[in-house]
C-alpha cells in the first residue's frame, strides 16, 4: 500500500499497482525505494484524489474491445478500479461509444469536478485521461461520431459558425476527412 | 507539446473546456477518434482552430481540388501552419500542381519554422525556400523527383541539404535516367541514418552512422563509387541494404554483388531487387549467388525480388528453392532468412522452413518494404 498525502492534507492508503498508473507517483516510488513515507500531491485536492483513485460502484471488466462488462450489482462484491486509472491510452482509443451508469454519473453530474479531474490527472500524468472519454461516451453513436450539437449542449458552447463559415471548414477539411 | 507561440484567434469556450490550458486540450482532442476529432471541429471557431492544430499536424494532399482548399485555409489563417509537423504531396500529383504553385511555395514559407517532415519536391519548394530557407526541425526530407541540373547534384540542392544537418532520412530519386557525371560537391548529414535514392547521389553525401540504404541504379552507374562512399557512411557494418536494380543486366548484377562483398563484407541484410520481370532465376544465376554468399560475413536476411516477388507461391515451387536455400546457408552459415522472389525459407531449429513473405519481412525487423520514413 501506498501512503498518499493531498493538498488539503488527507491522507489516503491506496494499493501501489493501482497509483501507479500515475506516471508522476510512479517515478517518485521509484525514487524512494521501499519507503513507508507519504507522497504529497500538493496540487491534488482529497475530494479529487477520491475520484481518481477510490473503488467505485462501477464497472469490473473490461472486454476485448474496451467495454465494460458487467453491471453495478457485480461491483459489491468486487469493486473495480475508477475507469480514469482502468486503462491505458491504446484501449482508450479502441473503445467504443458505450457508457456505464458510473461514467455517467461521473460526467454528467459535476462538470467543476471534471475539470478538476483533468487538471490532476494532466499533473499526476495518467495517460488514460477520463477526459479522453467525454466525446465518446456519454453518446449512444456507436459508429459515427457524436454531432457537434450534442456537444455543444454537453459543455454549454455557443455556436458561433454562420453556414459560410461552417461550409469553409468543411471544405478546408476536406483533404482529411474519411480517411 | 503546442509551441508556446502558439495563437489562437478564438479560444474554445464552454463551461469546463474554456478554463482548460490549451496544452491539454490539445492532449484530449489527439486521443480522440477522427470523427470525433472533425465533429469538434464544427461546434465553435475556437474549437475549430484548436482542433485543426491536431488534424493539421501530418497532413498529406491527394487532389488539386483539396490541396487548393487547405492551403488557401493555411493562407487565411497563417496560425495554423504552426501545426503542421509533416507536410506531403501525393507524387502523382505533381505534374498537375502548376496552378497552385505560387500557393503552394507561399503556404511551405509559413511552415518554415515547424516542419519536421517534408515530402515535395524541390523544385516545388521555391526559390527562395530552395535557395535560402533554413527548416529549423527538418529531420526528414523526401526529394522525389529530384530535378538534376548539370553539375548535378547542384550547388542549390546541396545548399539546401547543408542549411538542414540535423536530417535523418533523406529521399533522392531522379526524374527519369540522369546522366552520370562525377561531382565534387559534398554535404555532411552527421545524423543520417536512412538513405533512399539514387546511387549516384550517394557520392555526394557524408555521414558515420547510416543504418539503412536503398539504392537505385540505372544504365551506366559507377558501381564502384556509390559502395566505397556507402562503406564510409556504415560503421562497422551497414545493418541494411536494398539495391533496386533498375537495369537488371545479368552482368551489372554481378558488378554490384561483387562491389558489395568487398566493400561492406559485414552487412546483416541485403535485399537484391529488380525492377522489372526476371521470371525464374537461371541455374548460373542460383550458383553465382553461392559462390558470393561466402564472402558476406554477417549476412543474416537475403532477398532476391523482381517486381513480381508479390506472385502466388505454390508448395511445389517451394520445394524446388529449398535445396538452393539449404546450400546458400551451408556456405553462408550466419544466414537465417532467405527470399527468393516469392519463396521465403527461415531456420527454424536448424532445418529450413518455409515462411510466409509477412514473416520474413517481420524477422528483418520490419526494414524490407519499408517506404520511405
Known amino acids: ?21 500515475s506516471v508522476l507517483i510512479k517515478n517518485m516510488l521509484e525514487d524512494v525505494g521501499e519507503s513507508d513515507q507519504p507522497i504529497p500531491l500538493p496540487n491534488v485536492s482529497s475530494s479529487v484524489l477520491k475520484k481518481v483513485t477510490q473503488p467505485s460502484t462501477g ?51 459535476d462538470q467543476e ?31 459515427g461520431a457524436r454531432p457537434p450539437e450534442e456537444i455543444r449542449k454537453l459543455f454549454n458552447i455557443v455556436n458561433d459558425f454562420t453556414p459560410e463559415e461552417e461550409a469553409q471548414i468543411k471544405k478546408e477539411n476536406e483533404w482529411a476527412e474519411d480517411r | 507539446m503546442p509551441d508556446p507561440s502558439l495563437h489562437f484567434d478564438s479560444a474554445p469556450t464552454g ?16 486521443s480522440l477518434p477522427k470523427k470525433d476529432q472533425f ?29 487548393k482548399a487547405f492551403l488557401l485555409g493555411v493562407q487565411t489563417k497563417p496560425g495554423r501552419a504552426v501545426a503542421i509537423r509533416s507536410f506531403a504531396i501525393a507524387e502523382y500529383l ?119 540504404a536503398r539504392l537505385t541504379w540505372s544504365w551506366g552507374d559507377d558501381f564502384e563509387q556509390p559502395i566505397v562512399a556507402l562503406r564510409s557512411m556504415a560503421s562497422p557494418g551497414m545493418p541494411f541494404a536494398s539495391i533496386n536494380n533498375g537495369i537488371n543486366y545479368e552482368r551489372e548484377r554481378r558488378y554490384l554483388v561483387e562491389a558489395l562483398a568487398t566493400h561492406l563484407p559485414n552487412l546483416k541484410t541485403l535485399h537484391m531487387r529488380a525492377a522489372i520481370n526476371v521470371g525464374w532465376l537461371e541455374e548460373d544465376t542460383l550458383e553465382y549467388f553461392t559462390t558470393q554468399l561466402p564472402r558476406f560475413k554477417r549476412l543474416r536476411y537475403f532477398a532476391i525480388e523482381d517486381m513480381l516477388s508479390y506472385r502466388s507461391a505454390f508448395r511445389s515451387e517451394h520445394q524446388i528453392m529449398h535445396p538452393v536455400v539449404v546450400n546458400w546457408a551451408r556456405v553462408c552459415p550466419t544466414l537465417e532468412a532467405c527470399c527468393i522472389h516469392q519463396f521465403c525459407f527461415k531456420k527454424n531449429g536448424g ?14 525487423g520490419g526494414a524490407l518494404w519499408n517506404k520511405f520514413k
Not at chain 2, 464544427?42 to 485543426?52: A, F, I, K, T
Not at chain 2, 503556404?107 to 516542419?115: E, G, Q, R, S, T
Not at chain 2, 532445418?351 to 519481412?361: A, G, N, P
Open chain 1, 113 to 143: 469536478m471534471l475539470f478538476e479531474i483533468i487538471l490532476a490527472a494532466n499533473y499526476l500524468d495518467i495517460k488514460s485521461l477520463l477526459c479522453r472519454r467525454w466525446l465518446q461516451d456519454g453518446s449512444q453513436h456507436d459508429q
Open chain 2, 15 to 30: 463551461t469546463v473546456t474554456e478554463r482548460l490550458p490549451f496544452d491539454i486540450l490539445i492532449d484530449i482532442i489527439e
Open chain 1, 1 to 21: 500500500m501506498v501512503l498518499l498525502v493531498t493538498s488539503d492534507n488527507e491522507q489516503f492508503q491506496t494499493e501501489k499497482d493501482i497509483v501507479e498508473r
Open chain 2, 94 to 212: 505533381y505534374p498537375r500542381i502548376e496552378s497552385i504553385k505560387i500557393l503552394l511555395e507561399d503556404v511551405i514559407k509559413l511552415m518554415i519554422p515547424h516542419l519536421q517532415h517534408l515530402s515535395v519536391p524541390s523544385d516545388l519548394l521555391g526559390a527562395f525556400t530552395l535557395h535560402h530557407g533554413t527548416f529549423p526541425n527538418l529531420i526528414s526530407y523526401n526529394c522525389n523527383p529530384y530535378t538534376y541540373s548539370e553539375p548535378h547534384p547542384d550547388v542549390t540542392f546541396i545548399g539546401f541539404l547543408k542549411r538542414h544537418p540535423d536530417l535523418t532520412n533523406l529521399c533522392v530519386r531522379a526524374l527519369g535516367n540522369a546522366s552520370t557525371s562525377p561531382t565534387l560537391l559534398r554535404v555532411h548529414l552527421p545524423n543520417l541514418q536512412w538513405f533512399d535514392g539514387d546511387a549516384k547521389f550517394l557520392p555526394a553525401l557524408t555521414t558515420q552512422q547510416l543504418r539503412e
Open chain 1, 59 to 109: 464497472p469490473t471488466e473490461i472486454d476485448v474491445r474496451g467495454r465494460y462488462l458487467s453491471t453495478a450489482s457485480t461491483t459489491v462484491e468486487s469493486p473495480s478500479r475508477p475507469p480514469i486509472l482502468e486503462q491505458s491510452q491504446d484501449e482508450t482509443r479502441k473503445r467504443t461509444t458505450d457508457i456505464s451508469e458510473w461514467d455517467q454519473k461521473f460526467i454528467t453530474v
Open chain 2, 39 to 67: 465533429s469538434l471541429c464544427y461546434v465553435s471557431q475556437g474549437w475549430s482552430e484548436v482542433c485543426l492544430f491536431v488534424i493539421n499536424r501530418v497532413v498529406l494532399l491527394r487532389s488539386v481540388r483539396e490541396a
Open chain 2, 351 to 364: 532445418e529450413w522452413v518455409f515462411c510466409t513473405r509477412k514473416e520474413f519481412h517481420d524477422l528483418t
